[in-house]
T-cell receptor, first 119, second 114 residues
Framework: AQTVTQSQPEMSVQEAETVTLSCTYD???????LFWYKQPPSRQMILVIR??????QNATENRFSVNFQKAAKSFSLKISDSQLGDAAMYFC????????????????FGKGTKLSVIP | DTGVSQNPRHKITKRGQNVTFRCDPI?????LYWYRQTLGQGPEFLTY????????KSRLLSDRFSAERPKGSFSTLEIQRTEQGDSAMYLC????????????FGSGTQLSVL
C-alpha cells in the first residue's frame, strides 16, 4: 500500500518570503500522480499543483512549484512571494495510475502541514 | 458552475442514531467520491461512483456505512447506528472522469456524535 508522509506539522513564513513544504511517499509503482492540495478554514480542498511521475520536468503554477525527486520519493512544494491568503493546511497526495488512468482519483493523503503567513 | 454542494454543513447526533449526508456534484461530472477526514489527518478515501454505479466500496469503514447515487446525479452517504468514532468531516468530490482532469471538492459535512 502507498503511504504519504509530511514531516512538518506546522510551518511559518514572512509575507513575501519563500517557504518549502516537504513530502515523501512510498510506492512500488513506477508511474503515478502526485498532488498538493490547500485546505483553508472554509474546509474546501483546492488543488494547488500536480505532477505526473513519468515527467521529469518539475511542475509550476504561478508562485507554486515542486521539486520532484523520483529516486528519493520526495515531492516538496515551494511557495514564492508568500501572501496572507496562502495561510492554510497543505496536503500532499498520491494517486495510482490503475485508478487515475481513467480519470479516477482514489487519493492517498498525508497528514498535512499547517502554514502560517506572518504579515 | 456552482461547485460541489454538501448538506448539511454540520450534524450533531446521539450515539446509535442514523445519519444521512447529501452531496450535489458539479452538474456535468459523472464521477463522485466520498472521503472522510478525522482531526489532524488527511482525507481518507471511502467510495466512488461512475454515474449511478458504485465502482469501489471496499474501503467503506464498516457495514454501517453505505452510499447511493440513484440517478447518477446527487449522492447520499448514510451511517447507521453511529458511534463516537464516526465523528469526522465527510467530504464529497466530483470529476468529469477523463484523464488528467481535476477533482473538485465540496466544503464537507462535519459530524459530531455525542
Amino acid at each position: 500500500a502507498q503511504t504519504v508522509t509530511q514531516s512538518q506539522p506546522e510551518m511559518s513564513v514572512q509575507e513575501a518570503e519563500t517557504v518549502t513544504l516537504s513530502c515523501t511517499y512510498d510506492t512500488s509503482e513506477s508511474d503515478y500522480y502526485l498532488f498538493w492540495y490547500k485546505q483553508p478554514p472554509s474546509r474546501q480542498m483546492i488543488l494547488v499543483i500536480r505532477q505526473e511521475a513519468y515527467k521529469q520536468q518539475n511542475a509550476t503554477e504561478n508562485r507554486f512549484s515542486v521539486n520532484f525527486q523520483k529516486a528519493a520519493k520526495s515531492f516538496s512544494l515551494k511557495i514564492s512571494d508568500s501572501q496572507l491568503g496562502d495561510a492554510a493546511m497543505y496536503f500532499c497526495a498520491y494517486s495510482s495510475p490503475k485508478y487515475s488512468g481513467a480519470g479516477s482519483y482514489q487519493l492517498t493523503f498525508g497528514k498535512g502541514t499547517k502554514l502560517s503567513v506572518i504579515p | 458552475d456552482t461547485g460541489v454542494s454538501q448538506n448539511p454543513r454540520h450534524k450533531i447526533t446521539k450515539r446509535g442514531q442514523n445519519v444521512t449526508f447529501r452531496c450535489d456534484p458539479i452538474s456535468e461530472h459523472n464521477r463522485l467520491y466520498w472521503y472522510r477526514q478525522t482531526l489532524g489527518q488527511g482525507p481518507e478515501f471511502l467510495t466512488y461512483f461512475q454515474n449511478e454505479a458504485q465502482l469501489e466500496k471496499s474501503r467503506l469503514l464498516s457495514d454501517r456505512f453505505s452510499a447511493e447515487r440513484p440517478k447518477g446525479s446527487f449522492s447520499t452517504l448514510e451511517i447507521q447506528r453511529t458511534e463516537q468514532g464516526d465523528s469526522a468531516m465527510y467530504l464529497c468530490a466530483s470529476s468529469l472522469g477523463v484523464k488528467n482532469e481535476k477533482l473538485f471538492f465540496g466544503s464537507g459535512t462535519q459530524l459530531s456524535v455525542l
